[in-house]
């Protein structure tokens, strides 16, 4: 071989050799890095745009929350990832700032400094529960999730930080075991719980404000001297099948208010962020004790009314499986 073909030859080797190791350096980089933190979609990644609309005074629709582990700031630090189903074990985590301490100082809302909703991804399963602040900041609360399979943690609260404003994040939980999924139920207007009737009325709506009634009767006559529970005579909250979006729902009047009554109506206003099929828990309080009743609505679609006589009835409703109970102190 000429001596020109020998380094045209040996240049071309060269050129090949780094060229195969830039492309092995960008395929292996990632197994040398720290792992980057799991990305978790924002609201207008993870569904359709919602469509707006002017509510009370005008305003926007409020986006959903729950669909980011970090938002304005803070982080839910999930210190527990897993559990074995049918287990009781401690949850914990942290909120962070964006310095990475434990936020210690929380603003009061609806008697307590932070709400911890826990969802199964298929929404047969709910909590509502409300854990202990250690000094350090640590949240914790003994849970036991009877089925296994993918769960959604939702911290809801407000930092006391001056101009903070209310935040709810969400993590992935699992919870390990024989996993065998459930459908949705059918769209419902009327739930039964523990002895108690409830009804649904009202239609919610994509980027609309609407009201939702929830009329409470027990042996067929109504009820009237429910018990003030989270600040009102009744707590909502709604979430998305799919993605399990968690919707603001607000209590309209509160107990002492001289017009709103205990019973058996509690009324709420909320928006939907975008069409879709959702789940509503409702919990409510009497003669002593905490009950979840839960519905199936389709937002954009036909009313709950049109779409519970053209199929056939869920059946009862409640916010726990099996008997256990949805909520929690």
């Not at 009102?232 to 399990?244: E, K």
Request: aromatic residues 6%.
């Amino acid at each position: 071989m000429h001596a020109g073909l020998r380094i045209t030859a040996f240049a071309a080797a060269l050129a090949a050799t780094f060229g195969t190791a830039y492309g092995v350096g960008e395929a292996v980089d990632p197994v040398v890095e720290d792992p980057a933190p799991a990305r978790h979609e924002s609201h207008s990644e993870a569904s359709p745009a919602p469509e707006r609309g002017a509510g009370h005074g005008g305003h926007q629709t409020e986006p959903a929350g729950g669909l980011e582990i970090s938002a304005g700031g803070y982080t839910l630090d999930l210190r527990t990832q897993s559990i074995t189903a049918g287990r009781r074990a401690d949850l914990s985590f942290v909120i962070r700032d964006d310095d990475g301490r434990a936020v210690t100082a929380y603003r009061r809302e609806h008697d307590k400094e932070l709400h911890l909703i826990v969802a199964s991804r298929d929404l047969g399963t709910y909590r509502h529960l409300h854990p202990t602040r250690a000094a350090d900041g640590t949240w914790s609360i003994p849970v036991d999730l009877p089925r296994a399979g993918g769960y959604r943690v939702f911290a809801d609260f407000t930092p006391a930080k001056k101009g903070a404003e209310n935040l709810t994040l969400g993590a992935d939980l699992a919870a390990s075991g024989p996993y065998e999924p459930q459908r949705l139920p059918t769209p419902n207007t009327t739930a039964e719980i523990d002895g108690y009737d409830v009804r649904l009325d009202g239609r919610l709506r994509p980027g609309k404000e609407s009201e939702l009634k929830l009329k409470v009767a027990r042996d067929g006559q109504p009820v009237t001297n429910l018990q003030p529970y989270l600040g009102a005579y009744g707590h909502l909250v709604a979430l998305r099948s799919g993605d399990l979006a968690y919707l603001h729902v607000h209590p309209n009047g509160e107990p002492g208010d001289g017009t709103t009554k205990p019973g058996p109506e509690i009324s709420f206003t909320a928006t939907a962020p975008s069409r879709g099929t959702y789940r509503l828990f409702l919990d409510f309080k009497h003669e002593g004790e905490v009950h979840t009743a839960a519905f199936t609505v389709r937002a954009g679609a036909a009313t709950a009314a049109e779409e519970a006589s053209s199929q056939a009835p869920s059946g009862s409703s409640s916010g726990g499986h099996e008997g256990e109970p949805g909520h929690g102190h």
